[in-house]
């Protein structure tokens, strides 16, 4: 039989008898007050309304998926904001994702409001049509996720927005034109963590890689 590390014992120790969890000889950690430190998180454009004169652009980082089958996802947006009243009348809004190129733009949309300013001439963003719901997608954007509301969640400082997918378009340029995949590699995509954008880094492996076989 193999022998243990010193680590492998130690583990084996706590697992077997929890109560000596509070007499491991380890440094503590700090505890802090409860808070968002689950990041990174994606950051993306969610463009809303019917018409261009109630078209607006939220940047959003509160957002994620729910469910793969049928595909859901949700943003979290405060009441306050511009765009809250426009998401929850039309129940319909597009996810567009962000990559390098949008970082800029993406930030401004952020801190700016649509009472003030028109975001897409502001930007020189471009709006165009979806193919299910009327709110506009941004053509600049890698990939646009059409969303369809199914329910308003209040949570306290942000209100949840459950939404269904109903349609995803994304630019040809990141298609794998053997395997007519996307390949959202080549988009650069940016994350936000505490305050900071971010682009993605290297690659550690692929889904499954730590219990796949070795070629030999």
């Known amino acids: 039989m193999q022998s243990m590390t010193p680590r492998e014992d130690v583990v084996r120790n706590l697992l077997?008898?929890?109560?000596?969890?509070?007499?491991?000889n380890t440094p503590s950690k700090i505890q802090m007050k409860p808070g968002n430190m689950l990041n990174p998180t994606p950051v993306v454009m969610v463009s809303c309304g019917e018409?261009?004169?109630?078209?607006?652009?939220?940047?959003?980082a509160w957002t994620g998926t729910l469910c793969s089958d049928p595909p859901m996802c949700y943003i979290s947006v405060r009441p306050e904001r511009h765009s809250y009243p426009i998401l929850k009348e039309r129940k319909q809004f597009v996810i567009n994702l962000v990559n390098e190129q949008l970082a800029a733009v993406t930030d401004w949309c952020g801190v700016?409001?649509?009472?003030?300013?028109?975001k897409f001439l502001e930007t020189n963003?471009?709006?165009?049509?979806?193919?299910?719901?009327k709110a506009p997608m941004i053509?600049?954007?890698p990939v646009n996720l059409e969303c369809e509301v199914t329910e308003i969640v209040p949570l306290g400082t942000h209100d949840m927005f459950i939404a269904k997918v109903v349609a995803v378009h994304a630019d040809p340029r990141y298609m794998d034109?053997?395997?007519?995949a996307l390949d959202l590699k080549r988009a650069n995509l940016v994350a936000y963590s505490h305050g900071?954008?971010?682009?993605?880094?290297?690659?550690?492996g692929k889904f499954g890689?730590?219990?796949e076989k070795k070629k030999k």
């Open 196 to 204: 900071q954008y971010y682009t993605l880094g290297k690659i550690l």
């Open 139 to 141: 053509y600049e954007s």
């Open 51 to 60: 018409t261009p004169d109630e078209y607006n652009i939220i940047t959003v």
């Open 112 to 118: 700016r409001s649509g009472k003030k300013y028109n």
């Open 125 to 133: 963003l471009t709006p165009v049509r979806g193919s299910v719901v």
């Open 209 to 211: 890689f730590s219990v």
């Open 16 to 24: 077997s008898q929890p109560s000596n969890l509070s007499k491991m």
């Open 177 to 180: 034109k053997k395997t007519g």
